[in-house]
């Protein structure tokens, strides 16, 4: 699994996933996902979902451990282009109650 940054004007960061967030990949990816949180002139985090076909409690638990971290900082987290399998986890668990949560449309 491979992240990649995307810095946008407003201080926010896009986060891009490309890969299936399960245990492995996730362990790949923590520590970057710890150095997002430590970045001093970030403000809000969006993770790109468009490139991820599966996601495990791993995922589930990398994003919400993300979101609280974030959150303590008084930081916020949006997740955009969900699609699929990682859609209707993430929808079982109603972690989009929690966090802000925008549904791939049908032409990406």
């Not at 810095?7 to 245990?23: E, R, Y």
């Not at 970045?39 to 994003?63: C, K, W, Y």
């Amino acid at each position: 699994m491979q992240i990649e940054h995307i810095q946008q004007p407003d201080n926010t960061l896009m986060l891009v996933i490309h890969g299936d967030m399960d245990a492995h990949g996730c362990s790949e990816i923590q520590p970057e996902l710890d150095a997002v949180v430590n970045e001093e002139h970030i403000t809000d985090v969006t993770l790109n979902l468009s490139n991820v076909n599966f996601l495990d409690s791993s995922g589930i638990g990398a994003i919400v451990f993300l979101f609280k971290r974030l959150k303590a900082k008084d930081h916020t987290l949006s997740l955009v282009q969900v699609h699929g399998q990682p859609m209707e986890i993430i929808q079982l668990l109603r972690i989009n109650s929690a966090i802000p949560v925008e549904v791939a449309s049908r032409d990406s």
